[in-house]
């Protein structure tokens, strides 16, 4: 479930970011190729597009808490590594 949690996390991350700079060149356009302002004519389309956004935001982090927690439950069933402080390592040479 962990892996399953991470890559939707990341789905929707990249669904809110699309979502934000689509709406920033829909508030502002874009005057080097020619794109013009479109929230000046279809206003309402803007309110639910940035409605959208907010929302994919809101579930962004939910699935970051979500994911938090599923790694925690994942990780606090393994201990901690054992670390080796003494003069022989497993790479060194003697």
């Not at 927690?69 to 670390?83: D, M, N, Q």
Request: charge should be negative.
């Amino acid at each position: 479930m962990f892996i399953l949690d991470q890559a939707l996390t990341y789905i929707i991350l990249t669904a809110g970011v699309s979502g934000i700079e689509i709406m920033d060149l829909a508030y502002q356009g874009n005057e080097q190729v020619s794109w013009s302002r479109v929230c000046v004519s279809y206003g309402e389309f803007c309110n639910s597009a940035r409605a959208s956004v907010l929302i994919t935001m809101a579930v962004l982090v939910c699935f970051m808490v979500l994911s938090l927690l599923s790694a925690h439950k994942l990780f606090s069933k393994y201990e901690a590594p054992i670390v080796n402080k003494g003069p022989h390592t497993a790479f060194s040479h003697n």
